[in-house]
């Protein structure tokens, strides 16, 4: 059994890093995920599927889970269409036909051979059964002439016992290659030793002590280690189950030629029977392996017993990666990806990349990015919503300084007084320090590391806090923004929310004294806050009522009567609904002359509170740019027709223009000259 224990035993190698994620690697990037899952959910995905989406897409630099599904089936499809399972049977007839013209060719030399034996030899040989298993049966009893064809016959037997053992013994088949008598009864051993420890598990009389003592003893044939009984048992039904496809694959004929030339196996039949045994246990035990599947393997290299069903295990693993990658089944989770199996089928930088998605889908979940609500779906957090609404404003910044040769100098107000707060300095901040803040920071962060040294202080960036100033005047700002029908079907809905999010970013971080409140209006309308509003799903409910967003945005307006009020409508169509006095919406197309004289009378009030107002009109239609100029000039309004990607900068540029003490205009020229000092030329 020596050559057979040397051939077996597994070798020491070195593995993956597999305690955790690699140390050595870059910390994940979440800007590009935040980004793109936030577009998500403002077109109207929950932030659970908005992550998927992107889990799904990958990003830039990253391959995502598609692209893993699609190698994964490119793998699969090449496995089916190069091989076919006739490997086995070829050759063995090719090691028959060699018998067999060896011998013919050592009776036609042999001169010593009595004619009659010659002849007798010579009519066995023509009268073979053209089934493989058939002569090989018929020959079992011959008188071989040539030592050279009795020994290319014997190969048969040989080959069948080891490729029978292949295929539930990965590698037996090159590692009793030339085995002794002793090998192979070494061999029938470990078979009855192990269906008696399976037969004894089966009737629940297994022990611990039982399975130690059988790998004590033949350890050699199981290079997997398996530790328990249950690893030993599903290493083996996953082997037997993936043979059994084979067979299950095959023709007819060709389960019969194997089936008959099985029993020649090792010249005995004693193997068989054991095999049958062992697969009959662990069909038993485990049911749930695929024992009934099959493929259709019509490729050009043929494929021997054992290596047939080591490439049907890897066309289940990467069935089982297949799903796996698609994540399509209740509680899926991105470490449910078996990164080993993995990198077995399609290579390390594969499994590199799923790692690194299951750290992003970690990130996203541990970061505060995402939070599970009380109905139990994932929402993006506050500090989810604050960094996409930076990312939007740095976007709207680009924009409009690109455009007006204007920078983004970050200031929170031109020129009042300190308000008595605080915060982090950012580039371009020209206010003063706050030196107790920054240097009680410094101390603070030092303090950790053993305090100052050499007697002083040191100050890095993150420490330095800088004196807020407020604006000489704050501002009530609405901003109405349409949530009709047209808005989802012209593609307007993601720009609008994009441009409500920057404001609101806008305000709360750089003007926290102004006040502003969203009003979404399409049939009805409806004060949201900025979570709600980018949640918001497509309104498919026909209707424009403007008369309602004007009533609730005055109704904000006389809550701040000190205020400068600011109206900013956003809207691509004409009023078509109003409230009746009893509180119900009135629809009508083309509008109504009494939901136009509504408006009108709201947007009148909103005149005489002092608002600055101004008009986003989207789209090109005739009727509604007549409408809102006609409004606008009845305001002594703006009207802006930005296209869709300039929709935030125009917003946040009339916001800032019409927020100054100069009480500008509203358009883009008032943003570079404007009391606010957000933008300066």
Request: aromatic share 6%; proline share 3%; with cysteine.
């Amino acid at each position: 059994m020596a050559r057979a224990n040397r051939r077996l035993t597994r070798a020491s190698r070195y593995g993956r890093y597999v305690d955790g994620p690699d140390p050595l690697a870059p910390p994940v990037d979440l800007s590009e995920a935040l980004d793109q899952i936030g577009e998500d959910v403002m077109a109207g995905y929950s932030p659970e599927r908005a992550m998927r989406e992107f889990l799904r897409r990958g990003g830039r630099d990253q391959a995502g889970l598609d692209d893993l599904a699609r190698r994964v089936q490119d793998k699969r499809r090449e496995l089916a269409q190069k091989h076919n399972l006739d490997g086995t049977l070829q050759e063995i007839k090719e090691l028959l036909d060699r018998a067999v013209l060896t011998e013919r060719k050592q009776l036609a030399r042999d001169v010593d051979l009595d004619d009659a034996d010659r002849t007798l030899a010579e009519m066995q040989l023509d009268h073979l059964p053209a089934s493989p298993a058939g002569a090989v049966s018929e020959l079992n009893g011959y008188r071989w002439q040539s030592s050279e064809a009795r020994e290319d016959f014997e190969k048969i037997k040989d080959l069948l016992g080891r490729e029978m053992l292949d295929q539930r013994f990965a590698g037996m088949k090159n590692a009793l290659e030339n085995a002794t008598d002793e090998d192979r009864a070494a061999i029938n051993e470990m078979l009855d030793d192990l269906n008696r420890l399976l037969e004894s598990h089966r009737s629940g009389e297994g022990t611990q002590e039982q399975f130690d003592e059988f790998m004590a003893q033949h350890g050699e044939f199981f290079p997997e280690d398996p530790q328990t009984i249950d690893e030993l048992l599903d290493a083996l039904a996953q082997r037997s189950a993936a043979a059994q496809r084979m067979r299950n694959s095959m023709t007819a004929e060709q389960r019969a030629e194997l089936d008959g030339l099985a029993q020649q196996a090792f010249g005995s039949p004693e193997l068989m029977q054991s095999l049958a045994q062992l697969d009959g246990n662990l069909q038993a035990m485990r049911p749930g392996e695929d024992w009934g599947g099959s493929e259709r393997m019509d490729g050009q290299e043929g494929l021997g017993l054992g290596d047939g069903t080591g490439v049907f295990q890897d066309i289940a693993d990467l069935d089982e990666l297949a799903e796996q990658l698609a994540q399509s089944y209740d509680g899926s989770r991105m470490d449910d990806l078996d990164l080993d199996k993995l990198s077995r089928q399609l290579g390390d930088e594969a499994a590199v990349d799923a790692r690194t998605l299951q750290q992003l889908e970690k990130a996203l979940r541990d970061s505060g990015t995402l939070k599970r609500g009380s109905d139990g779906q994932l929402k993006l957090t506050p500090k989810a919503m604050r960094q996409l609404g930076k990312a939007l404003l740095r976007d709207v910044a680009d924009k409009m300084s690109g455009r007006q040769g204007a920078r983004d100098v970050r200031q929170s107000g031109a020129a009042g007084e300190r308000s008595g707060a605080t915060r982090e300095w950012a580039f371009g901040d020209t206010e003063p320090w706050d030196v107790t803040r920054t240097v009680t920071n410094a101390l603070t962060r030092t303090a950790g590391e053993g305090g100052a040294t050499g007697g002083g202080v040191r100050i890095e960036i993150g420490d330095v806090e800088v004196q807020e100033t407020e604006a000489r005047t704050q501002a009530c700002v609405a901003l109405l923004v349409d949530t009709s029908f047209s808005m989802a079907m012209d593609g307007r809905w993601v720009p609008m929310k994009r441009t409500a999010l920057a404001l609101h970013t806008l305000i709360k971080s750089r003007f926290r004294g102004d006040d502003l409140q969203l009003i979404a209006f399409g049939r009805h309308a409806e004060v949201m806050d900025i979570e709600q509003l980018t949640g918001l799903d497509a309104m498919y409910a026909k209707g424009t009522n403007l008369h309602h967003a004007l009533l609730l945005a005055n109704r904000h307006f006389r809550k701040h009567p000190n205020a400068q009020p600011v109206l900013l409508i956003v809207t691509d169509g004409e009023p078509t609904s109003h409230l009746e006095s009893s509180g119900e919406v009135y629809f009508e197309y083309p509008p109504h002359p009494l939901t136009v004289a509504y408006a009108v009378r709201e947007l009148d009030n909103a005149t005489r509170l002092g608002a600055q107002t101004t008009f986003f009109r989207l789209g090109e239609d005739p009727g509604l740019a007549r409408f809102v100029q006609q409004m606008a000039t009845r305001a002594g309004g703006t009207v802006v027709a930005p296209e869709l990607d300039d929709l935030g900068a125009a917003v946040v540029g009339s916001y800032l223009g019409s927020r100054g003490p100069r009480g500008g205009s509203g358009g883009f020229g008032d943003v570079l000259g404007g009391g606010r000092g957000f933008w300066a030329g």
